[in-house]
């Protein structure tokens, strides 16, 4: 990973391993959707039981994607954005430096083609 806060990279991979998960990733998709929801309300839209669920669901909150609060004997799930942002912010930054990378790689061979001799067939 790039140079960036101290513990971003920790950050980064625990939220890259989290989201490798395709029903974790449902499950984000469902609490952004509906803001917040309990473990049962989650397990009633996956083709997987509420405990799996809530398995999930600690690896999310591990990973600090999630968090939950308790509301009378529910505990209520709600999508937390800082960590996703700052792998979004990781993952622009690789892209931009992939970018100019290949834009500069781009203007050697258009610089190479340019000094070619166009006297000589090809």
Known sequence: MTE??????????SV??????PTRRQLLDLL???????ATTLAERLPV????VVKHLAVLDAAGLVSGGRVGREVRYAVRPAALNAT??????????????????KRIAE???????PARPD
């Open 16 to 21: 890259l391993g989290a989201l490798a998960d």
């Open 111 to 117: 610089a190479a083609e340019g000094d070619a001799d």
């Open 4 to 13: 960036g806060p101290p513990g971003a990279a920790e950050v980064v991979d």
């Open 32 to 38: 952004a959707a509906r803001g917040e929801a309990t």
């Open 88 to 105: 979004a912010r990781w993952m622009s930054a690789l892209a931009a430096d992939w970018d100019h990378r290949l834009a500069n790689i």
């Open 49 to 52: 039981s509420r405990q799996a």
